[in-house]
T-cell receptor
Framework: DAKTTQPTSMDCAEGRAANLPCNHS???????VYWYRQIHSQGPQYIIHGLKNNETNEMASLIITEDRKSSTLILPHATLRDTAVYYCIVRNDYKLSFGAGTTVTVRA | DAGVIQSPRHEVTEMGQEVTLRCKPISGHNSLFWYRQTMMRGLELLIYFNNNVPIDDSGMPEDRFSAKMPNASFSTLKIQPSEPRDSAVYFC?????????????FGNGTRLTVT
């Protein structure tokens, strides 16, 4: 399965957009990009996923580069409740493997 | 939709005791997963069921661990006998059928402490 690389941590200001990068240079053609997050003391929460096209839902937007070697998760207006560990995962079957993720801290 | 329900939320037991963790998946979901999370190893997939049948148990650490899914609305993960190194948060997740790319929905986990 393709490996992903994410920054260990990042801070962002409340009310501003948070842009979370993920590199997945070895992604294969049928592998999806998934984003999950884990708020303290809770289970991982699905955010969004995509294959080639950019995707948007009520939580976030996912921008995938044309060569699919990287992607960015965008939280349009970060709130304090968005403080969490964010996981970028690349996979094409049931076996989602969670790495260390990016610890995002939203500051007032 | 109540989400994936796990019980108990916390379990403290002594080494050597049997521990049973329970999970109720989201109604209509036909895939169920058990994960374990520790600081050292992060989130690890233990076992995956599809239509109540275990498909992949390669992540089960050893014979002390067993999992069952007697019907579509209930699953258990049992550790017998338990050891201190089993201390972790155990998550259950379920997924709707259709495609293997459907998202997973996780419960809030059972925090197990073995003393």
């Amino acid at each position: 399965d393709a490996k992903t690389t994410q920054p260990t941590s990042m801070d962002c200001a409340e009310g501003r957009a948070a842009n979370l990068p993920c590199n997945h240079s070895t992604i294969s053609g049928n592998e999806y990009v998934y984003w999950y997050r884990q708020i303290h003391s809770q289970g991982p929460q699905y955010i969004i996923h995509g294959l080639k096209n950019n995707e948007t839902n009520e939580m976030a937007s996912l921008i995938i580069t044309e060569d699919r070697k990287s992607s960015t998760l965008i939280l349009p207006h970060a709130t304090l409740r968005d403080t969490a560990v964010y996981y970028c995962i690349v996979r094409n079957d049931y076996k989602l493997s969670f790495g260390a993720g990016t610890t995002v801290t939203v500051r007032a | 939709d109540a989400g994936v329900i796990q019980s108990p939320r916390h379990e403290v037991t002594e080494m050597g005791q049997e521990v049973t963790l329970r999970c109720k998946p989201i109604s209509g979901h036909n895939s169920l997963f058990w994960y374990r999370q520790t600081m050292m190893r992060g989130l690890e997939l233990l076992i995956y069921f599809n239509n109540n049948v275990p498909i992949d148990d390669s992540g089960m650490p050893e014979d002390r661990f067993s999992a069952k899914m007697p019907n579509a609305s209930f699953s258990t993960l049992k550790i017998q006998p338990s050891e201190p190194r089993d201390s972790a948060v155990y998550f259950c997740a379920s997924r709707a059928g259709g495609t293997p790319n459907s998202p997973l929905h996780f419960g809030n986990g059972t925090r197990l402490t073995v003393t």
